[in-house]
Nanobody, 121 residues
Framework: QVHLVESGGGLVQAGGSLRLSCAAS????????MGWFRQAPGKEREFVAA??????RYVDSVKGRFTISGDNAKDTVHLQMNSLQPEDTAVYLC????????????????WGQGTQVTVSS
């Protein structure tokens, strides 16, 4: 059974940083694309970033501020978030996809429960 468990969310002031982590189990981590999505209240789930080996992909609004990285030895993916803004406030979810470097949520096979990120102005 696959489990994705996010951690690292919290409350931060605008301009601050957070590092999210997602620990995966029950899958061959190195063969999956790992992604991060976010969902704010009343809004649709939004792609944030994804990685597969050395390939990465980001939504334009986080380029230059967020960095996705992986640790195959620990089956963990991280999302370093710098220069956070109030509009980054959302529940951040980790996901795993079997193919490609997708940006659409339906292309991801497994999901975590999410971790709340709140950025105050």
């Amino acid at each position: 059974q696959v489990h994705l468990v996010e951690s690292g969310g919290g409350l931060v002031q605008a301009g601050g940083s957070l590092r999210l982590s997602c620990a995966a189990s029950g899958l061959t981590f190195s063969t999956y694309t790992m992604g991060w999505f976010r969902q704010a209240p009343g809004k649709e789930r939004e792609f944030v970033a994804a990685m597969h080996w050395s390939s990465t992909r980001y939504v334009d609004s986080v380029k230059g501020r967020f960095t996705i990285s992986g640790d195959n030895a620990k089956d963990t993916v991280h999302l370093q978030m710098n220069s956070l803004q109030p509009e980054d406030t959302a529940v951040y979810l980790c996901a795993a996809a079997a193919f490609g470097l997708p940006i659409r949520s339906y292309e991801y096979n497994f999901w975590g429960q999410g971790t709340q990120v709140t950025v105050s102005s």
